[in-house]
């Protein structure tokens, strides 16, 4: 901060001089935004970086402690916590610190860095919500016949995860686009008010391949996998249909919860690339960016936290209480037993209705004709939906 020297009565005092406001944020910060406006941006970014970073935190250190975690289908949901875990480390930081001080003070590689990591581990966090839902329709609905999901295969999705994203986000540090200073001056992000065709073409690529794409996975796989839980409850009692529907329920919310993060940002993008001059306030424009940030918060919450075998490792690492649940599945066999751990989930609860065989229990005419039985699960069911 600059200072000023004044002497009254022979006595010289130094104080401090406001920031002076200019049109570069590397500098100071921009005009006709309030300090204020700021500090509780700084103040919301320390909320959602400390919180997402205990949480997803916990979740990596929980499944490293605990071997019965550490299943091919958890392979995606750590990743998804590694990804979170680093947007908040790089962007959530950096984004703190520079609404502390009303600017960006720490330099135009600093931007770069933001931009990219905040945009790379966004992304790589996105896909992997997809390949989440996939390996849950691949394992459900048997699209590939007596094809198992095995570790080789969460790893393939891994890397498709992390290859597909890395060649989306990096062009902009290469010339396609770039990583700017945003609006309110304290973030960065790919340049979306640019009015170069080279620069359109890049952000109507990025929004196709980074958000249509995933989000037409999700709401596929999620489709199929609702489908077959009507047909399982279909001309069940009530009480009968109460599993079915607390894990349809659990789907939607994972749907929604990836719409509110991310439509928001994904609907500004494309605004402001079809209309470059429009001026917008920049306290309004900060927002659908700062508002996905927070889908690293309840990301753990939705994907794991609500995971009954998570939730007993979790009670038994920090009380000592409660049995560890054991994990017997063949992941290879065709007909695996289902132990009594596995046999609490809700998921688990509707494949015992459905015999190995493939048809429907008599009191029911639908046939499974569009996915497989649910009795030849190749994974524990509180790994398919996590209830």
Not at 19 to 42: C, E, G, H, K, S
Not at 97 to 102: A, F, I, P, Q
Not at 237 to 243: I, Q
Request: proline share 6%.
């Amino acid at each position: 901060m600059d200072t000023l020297s004044l002497s009254v009565n022979a006595v010289s005092y130094t104080v401090a001089a406001e920031l002076p406001y200019t049109d570069d944020p590397f500098t100071a910060p921009i005009r006709n935004v309030a300090q204020w406006n700021f500090t509780i941006l700084a103040v919301l970014m320390f909320l959602v970086t400390s919180l997402s970073l205990g949480e997803n935190f916990l979740v990596m250190f929980v499944t490293f402690k605990f071997k019965q975690l550490r299943q091919p289908l958890n392979y995606i949901i750590v990743n998804l916590a590694i990804a979170d875990f680093l947007v908040s480390l790089i962007g959530g930081v950096i984004s703190f610190l520079t609404n502390s001080r009303g600017y960006f003070f720490l330099g135009r590689w600093a931007c770069v860095l933001e931009g990219f990591a905040v945009t790379f581990f966004g992304i790589v966090a996105m896909w992997s919500l997809a390949i989440l839902s996939f390996e849950r329709f691949f394992v459900i609905c048997r699209p590939l016949g007596n094809i198992r999901l095995q570790a080789k295969h969460a790893v393939l999705g891994l890397l498709f995860v992390w290859t597909f994203s890395f060649i989306w986000t990096f062009p902009p540090v290469l010339g396609w686009n770039r990583y700017t200073i945003s609006k309110i001056g304290t973030t960065c992000e790919p340049d979306w008010y640019s009015t170069n065709m080279k620069d359109h073409s890049y952000i109507i690529t990025f929004f196709i391949t980074c958000f249509i794409l995933p989000l037409g996975v999700i709401f596929f796989c999620y489709g199929k996998l609702l489908r077959k839980l009507k047909k399982v409850s279909h001309g069940r009692l009530a009480t009968a249909r109460k599993p079915e529907r607390q894990v349809t329920r659990m789907v939607v919310a994972m749907i929604v919860a990836f719409m509110v993060a991310w439509t928001p940002y994904a609907a500004f993008s494309i605004l402001v690339t079809a209309h470059p001059t429009i001026e917008l306030d920049p306290r309004l424009a900060s927002i659908p960016a700062f508002f996905a940030k927070t889908a690293t918060v309840y990301n753990p919450i939705i994907y794991v936290f609500m995971n009954k075998q998570f939730r007993k490792c979790l009670v038994h690492l920090f009380t000592g209480m409660g049995t560890i649940p054991e994990s017997h599945m063949n992941q290879t066999s065709e007909r695996p037993g289902f132990t009594a751990e596995s046999q609490t989930g809700e998921m688990s609860v509707i494949a015992a209705r459905i015999p190995a065989g493939g048809t429907m229990t008599p009191k029911s005419e639908d046939s499974p004709t569009e996915c497989g039985s649910f009795a030849q699960l190749p994974i524990a069911e509180n790994k398919v939906c996590p209830m």
